[in-house]
């Protein structure tokens, strides 16, 4: 990390922006976290200073702190702004494959997606072998408590970051079966995060069931999810638990794909 000198600076620039700045890009070549005094340490601030800008970095989710081991973190807000920046198109492409043979094997349309704010975004999807089938456009915005594509990546998440987006969903009910309770919901997370595979049971659409499960990056943290969706006469819940097994093996390989090592 070297530290701007007179000479390159701008002519209007801004301290307390540049040192924020400063802290997010240490803080992204640091997998584990550093402490408020290795963070002063390492970018020779004052300690008022850092104090200041971490605390307004937390404050708006940009940062998350471990009150146990005193470790600061970039928080999942950060990534999906990464993710935006860079183009989701290349965990599209490194998934596409993995997607199509999820798809020879179950024979169901195969989708993927990401979370971003409060809502899920399709990125890439893969059709059924079947000539019924539900289509879906890329960037289709889905909501994320009757989705496995929201629950799958939720349940995964720190439990700070979990409830900061669950705090903001609107538990609409779009059908008789959807979870409408912001408590159920969190108990359900705890069982998905458990069994590693999520399911909708026709808590989105009626009539239409899905199993999907979460992508991780080499940090171990969830950026995706894939999941199978299908008619609930092809795709009922009995078969729940052995299809999830299936979807939870292929997101694994795409998570191996992106460094994923855990």
Avoid at 108 to 121: A, F, N, P, R, Y
Avoid at 189 to 207: F, T
Wanted: glycine fraction near 8%.
């Amino acid at each position: 990390m070297s530290i701007l000198n007179e000479e390159s600076k701008p002519a209007y620039n801004v301290p307390n922006l540049e040192r924020g700045l400063m802290i997010i890009e240490l803080l992204a070549t640091c997998k584990g976290g550093l402490t408020l005094a290795e963070i002063i340490e390492k970018l020779a601030i004052t300690k008022t200073s850092a104090f200041r800008i971490i605390n307004t970095l937390i404050f708006k989710n940009y940062l998350q702190k471990n009150e146990t081991t005193k470790k600061i973190t970039l928080s999942r807000k950060m990534l999906t702004l990464g993710l935006s920046a860079m183009n989701e198109q290349s965990i599209a492409e490194v998934s596409i494959d993995i997607m199509r043979a999820t798809r020879d094997e179950l024979k169901e349309s195969v989708m993927l997606g990401i979370i971003l704010g409060d809502k899920g975004t399709i990125l890439e999807q893969v059709a059924s072998s079947y000539p019924v089938k539900l289509f879906v456009e890329q960037g289709t915005q889905f909501s994320l408590h009757s989705s496995v594509g929201g629950k799958s990546i939720l349940a995964h998440l720190p439990e700070n970051e979990m409830n900061a987006i669950v705090d903001q969903i609107e538990f609409t009910p779009f059908t008789e079966n959807t979870l409408v309770s912001k408590e159920v919901f969190k108990e359900q997370l705890k069982q998905v995060k458990k069994i590693g595979y999520a399911v909708d049971n026709g808590e989105d659409i009626q009539g239409i069931n899905c199993v999907g499960a979460p992508v991780f990056n080499e940090y171990g943290v969830p950026v995706a999810a894939i999941w199978i969706t299908a008619p609930h006469g092809r795709l009922p819940s009995k078969d729940f638990d052995k299809k999830g097994e299936v979807i939870a093996k292929y997101a694994k390989e795409i998570s191996l794909k992106l460094g994923f090592v855990g």
